[in-house]
């Protein structure tokens, strides 16, 4: 993956509800799937917006209902899918995720997988950004406990920063 399409990759949950004309009519669920051949596109649209109408009134919390509800395995996540760049989801996935801003909730999804409400999360342009923030305060005094919760870092991007600081001392 280039560096270009790794700064461009977005991060976000979804819920899919699977029918019976989904590409796999199994999931977690329903392993034999016969829950599914029975569903149709229209109920599953119906049980998707009566869903979505329950996070977005504040009934009910995103993860939540996709751990409950979602035929997809990341269920078990919260309906957390990572991060992904272009390319990498079935196409109208992905455009929606890439129409919507970071806390906001798409309308019904149709794809080959059936029909998805999805929530972008994130994108690597705001982690990039937060990082090199980080970093470069780091840099000028400031200490991680000076500004407690500001990010949640990998031991990765730890490093990564400790090595930005090191090196700005030995020039």
Known sequence: MSSSTAANQVRASHILIKHQGSRRKASWKDPEGRLISATTRDSAVSQLKLLRDDIVSGKAKFNDVASRYS???????????????????????EDATYNLKVGEISDIVDTD???HIIM?????????SSLFHFCTRKRKGNSMRQRPGVLKMSVKAVATCKGMHNRSHVA
């Open 71 to 93: 035929d997809c395995s990341s269920a078990k996540r919260g309906g957390d899918l990572g991060p992904f760049g272009r390319g990498q989801m079935q196409r109208p996935f």
């Open 113 to 115: 997988s059936g029909v």
């Open 120 to 128: 972008r999360t994130g994108s690597k342009t705001h982690l990039i």
